[in-house]
């Protein structure tokens, strides 16, 4: 490691001692959401660039970027603070004359307003493919129940001296990163931890990711030849859920257990539910959200969330989750769930630690139990293997006497929530 960091060392001297020589350099640029604060209602967003491919190396010099907000949302811009490429010499860089003036913001409309950062002495800071981060922007909050909608403006070409960028204004290749894109936006965020039972270790904290490993989601290529693959598309889809969104994956992230449809409600009848939302759940338990919330469909008051997977019991929160300035948060994981103040079911306690979902619920053509028409559904199938299924209640790709114990230490039980 100590022999690469003075390889970069030494590229980056020899470069900046070749000084106009070098070839113009394509960047890109981005705007990232550092965060929110909510007591202060200030949103904070990093401008940040990077050279678009290892022949593109440069020198940062003089620099605008200049974007645009809706003044009705957000107000009162400011440098909340310089980043990397800093008013002074910039820290960790062995050049000592590389010197920015102070960084400086201004607009010639409301709603506009260019980043400005001034080379004073030295050829700039050398940057590469990593993101570089150039400052730090505040906005004041002025309405957080609609879309934030900051917007780069691109004025001049993406190629850029190697020794001036004469004007960046928000140019370049815009890169859309999960947290980071050219238009932010404030819709409300969903964060929500969950378990499944029989997929769960409790010893480790972390659930299997086998159908995942095996290629059997929806999409993928199965890594046995002879398996035949899971059609593209979200699994809830059809009767009882019939979810529309159509949502196609084929490539998924080597933690994701499988998907889950989320919902968020007033209580626990058909008729409550105000929004709808598909996630693909983790190994830790954190669901990923993959569809755009809709802030506007959202009643602002405390909601119940609910999760519905295709094997296992529903959950719902067991009260309703306050609205935290733009986000709802919530872990099933160390709680259990609604369960009709103790009448009912709610979740599975794992040894003293964890909560799980009752594995067991996978005929869903009867709402909220685990019972017969489970247990003909898994006798259908029970020898199955290699392919995506309901009855497949611990996610490995098998049907087998693993499923069969797991409905039997669950036969009878319950939980009256509906959609």
Same mark, same amino acid.
């Given at each position: 490691m100590k022999v690469q960091k003075l390889v970069v060392l030494l590229v980056f001297m020899l470069f900046y001692s070749l000084g106009k020589a070098?070839? @113009?350099?394509?960047?890109?640029?981005?705007?990232?959401?550092?965060?929110?604060?909510?007591?202060?209602m200030k949103y904070y967003v990093d401008i940040e660039i990077k050279a678009t491919s290892g022949t593109t190396f440069f020198f940062v010099a003089n620099q605008s970027y200049r974007f645009s907000y809706?003044?009705?949302?957000? *107000?009162?811009?400011?440098?909340?603070?310089?980043?990397?490429?800093?008013?002074?010499?910039?820290?960790?860089?062995? =050049?000592?004359?590389?010197?920015?003036?102070?960084?400086?913001? &201004?607009?010639?409309?409301?709603?506009?307003?260019?980043?400005?950062?001034? =080379?004073?002495?030295? &050829?700039?800071?050398?940057?590469?493919?990593?993101?570089?981060?150039?400052?730090?922007?505040?906005?004041?909050?002025?309405?957080?129940?609609?879309?934030?909608?900051?917007?780069?403006?691109?004025?001049?070409?993406?190629?850029?001296?190697?020794?001036?960028?004469?004007?960046?204004?928000?140019?370049?290749?815009?890169?859309?990163?999960?947290? %980071?894109?050219?238009? =932010?936006? %404030?819709?409300?965020?969903?964060?929500?931890?969950?378990?499944?039972?029989?997929?769960?270790?409790?010893?480790?904290?972390?659930m299997h990711t086998k159908l995942n490993e095996l290629g059997l989601l929806p999409g993928q290529t199965p890594t046995?030849?002879?398996?035949?693959?899971?059609? *593209?598309?979200?699994?809830?889809?059809?009767?009882?859920? &019939?979810?529309?969104?159509?949502?196609?994956?084929?490539?998924?992230?080597?933690?994701?257990?499988?998907?889950?449809? =989320?919902?968020? @409600?007033?209580? @626990?009848?058909?008729?409550?539910?105000?929004?709808?939302?598909?996630?693909?759940?983790?190994?830790?338990?954190?669901?990923?959200?993959?569809?755009?919330?809709?802030?506007?469909?959202?009643?602002?008051?405390?909601?119940y969330i609910s999760i519905q997977t295709r094997t296992h019991m529903k959950v719902m929160s067991h009260v309703p989750v306050e609205r935290n300035c733009h986000s709802f948060s919530y872990d099933f994981r160390y709680q259990n769930s609604w369960n009709s103040s103790g009448s009912s079911f709610g979740q599975k306690q794992v040894g003293t630690t964890y909560y799980v979902m009752y594995g067991g619920d996978v005929d869903k053509s009867v709402g909220g139990d685990i019972g017969g028409f489970d247990s003909i559904l898994l006798s259908q199938q029970e020898g199955y293997f290699g392919f995506y299924h309901a009855a497949d209640m611990n996610l490995d790709g098998d049907i087998n006497a693993l499923e069969q114990a797991l409905w039997s230490s669950n036969s009878g039980i319950g939980v009256p929530i509906f959609d």
């Open positions: 070098q070839p @113009r350099g394509e960047y890109d640029i981005r705007l990232v959401e550092d965060s929110i604060d909510c007591t202060l809706d003044e009705t949302v957000l *107000a009162n811009p400011q440098i909340a603070q310089e980043l990397e490429i800093s008013g002074t010499t910039p820290q960790g860089w062995p =050049l000592p004359d590389i010197v920015y003036a102070p960084h400086n913001l &201004n607009g010639s409309t409301v709603g506009m307003v260019s980043y400005n950062v001034i =080379l004073s002495s030295g &050829n700039g800071l050398p940057v590469l493919l990593d993101y570089v981060k150039v400052g730090r922007v505040s906005f004041d909050i002025v309405d957080m129940d609609k879309d934030f909608g900051l917007t780069l403006h691109s004025l001049a070409s993406q190629l850029q001296p190697a020794l001036a960028i004469d004007e960046i204004y928000g140019g370049g290749i815009y890169t859309v990163e999960e947290g %980071s894109t050219n238009d =932010l936006q %404030s819709d409300v965020g969903i964060d929500v931890h969950v378990f499944l039972e029989g997929v769960l270790d409790p010893a480790t904290g972390l046995n030849s002879l398996v035949v693959a899971t059609p *593209a598309g979200q699994p809830y889809s059809g009767t009882p859920w &019939n979810h529309a969104t159509s949502m196609n994956i084929t490539t998924y992230a080597p933690t994701v257990v499988d998907w889950v449809l =989320l919902s968020l @409600r007033t209580d @626990r009848f058909a008729g409550d539910v105000v929004y709808k939302t598909l996630g693909l759940l983790h190994k830790d338990g954190h669901v990923e959200m993959l569809e755009e919330i809709d802030f506007d469909t959202i009643p602002n008051v405390p909601l």
